[in-house]
């Protein structure tokens, strides 16, 4: 470990001292402490105090202490299992909170990104006032979206709260124009504008996922028109929503009849044949994981991995069982993500507590263990 000392601040001790407390307390605490590879960064922490924060390589924050003036710790943190990394440099003096926006001008369906950096990362909540109130719950999120479904001014409140209950708010005005998104690439079930849009008896939020699956392979079929919407596709086949779940196999010979893909009454379960057809240009509708429906859309070089768009990931991520979620990294290699944060484009939603859709890369096997539907245009 490094010591970076804070410069030219009264604080009652060295900041090697508070370093020893720090590293004896946190070893004393969590049992993971220490084994792997870290720096750490002192600095100013209320009145006459340390903070001790514990880096890893990628300038991931893992461990915190808070040494006080007489050199007693007053409190340590162990974020290794945070859904989000924090980074070092997102860490600001005692106090302070900044709140960036992707924009303050929005329209009906656009996506604002929000980001938080402070002086802790213990926790974070974010409440809108204005036409359609939400009020999300706290938690360790220091990045986050929202998609706003009606027209109108609305104030953007996020307080962050550190280990010992002291908290400051910061408020962004927001102005939100009427509107409407259109087609998507990539549909995201749980981002809040689905929360009230009927599928027969239920909701797009709660039972959507094959119909924007099929939105999914329609939008890639180069397909046009207002009736190819998600909306609209879970009026057309309202039926195949049962009390156990889309009927799947009828939503897609029926969806085939309509549109004019080929598709097949069994189950495809070789990983060659998949892999063949991906590389023809046919998709996949398939049971990802219990209770959910994803779309199979491509396949890597080496002929291992499928290319998967989930408009609900985190159903996925949560409920896979011996297998990963997979990322590629820069250098062409698929890596397991430890945390859906660590997959490109993965945006967490505070209306929802949810993820938006992603796409990334299952093994074939797993998704021939699954067994897929055919989507052929």
């Not at 084994?35 to 922490?45: C, D, E």
């Not at 340590?76 to 990394?85: E, I, L, S």
Request: aromatic share 10%; charged share 20%; net charge negative.
């Amino acid at each position: 470990m490094s010591l970076n000392e804070y410069p030219d601040e009264d604080v009652g001790q060295p900041a090697a001292e508070a370093l020893s407390q720090a590293e004896a307390a946190l070893k004393k605490q969590f049992k993971a402490f220490g084994k792997q590879r870290m720096y750490s960064i002192v600095t100013a922490y209320g009145e006459g105090a340390l903070r001790c924060g514990y880096f890893n390589d990628e300038s991931q924050l893992l461990y915190s202490a808070v040494i006080g003036a007489e050199g007693k710790p007053l409190c340590q943190a162990d974020y290794t299992a945070f859904a989000a990394p924090t980074h070092a440099e997102n860490l600001l003096p005692y106090g302070e909170v900044m709140v960036e926006v992707s924009d303050t001008a929005l329209a009906v369906g656009d996506v604002l990104d929000i980001t938080v950096s402070a002086w802790t990362v213990h926790q974070c909540q974010y409440a809108l006032e204005g036409p359609l109130p939400v009020r999300g719950e706290p938690g360790q999120h220091f990045t986050a979206a929202w998609r706003p479904r009606q027209a109108g001014e609305y104030t953007l409140t996020v307080t962050v709260t550190d280990e010992a209950g002291h908290s400051e708010s910061r408020q962004t005005a927001l102005t939100v124009a009427p509107g409407s998104a259109g087609f998507q690439e990539v549909y995201s079930q749980k981002d809040g504008s689905w929360l009230d849009v009927p599928y027969r008896a239920s909701t797009m939020d709660h039972s959507g996922c094959a119909i924007f699956t099929l939105s999914h392979a329609l939008y890639r079929m180069g397909m046009e028109g207002e009736e190819l919407l998600p909306g609209a596709l879970a009026k057309t086949f309202a039926l195949c929503l049962t009390p156990d779940g889309t009927n799947n196999e009828r939503l897609i010979r029926e969806a085939a009849a309509a549109f004019g893909f080929t598709t097949k009454g069994a189950l495809i379960n070789d990983a060659k044949q998949i892999a063949e057809y991906l590389r023809n240009g046919s998709m996949f509708s398939f049971s990802i994981a219990r209770g959910h429906i994803a779309l199979a859309v491509g396949i890597s070089a080496e002929g291992d991995m499928v290319r998967v768009v989930d408009s609900a990931p985190f159903a996925t991520f949560d409920r896979i069982v011996n297998d990963s979620l997979y990322y590629q990294t820069r250098s062409g290699g698929f890596r397991a993500a430890v945390r859906l944060e660590d997959i490109p484009g993965a945006r967490w939603y505070f209306e929802t507590d949810d993820y938006g859709g992603l796409e990334y890369w299952l093994r074939l096997p797993y998704v021939a263990r699954r067994g897929v539907r055919l989507i052929q245009p």
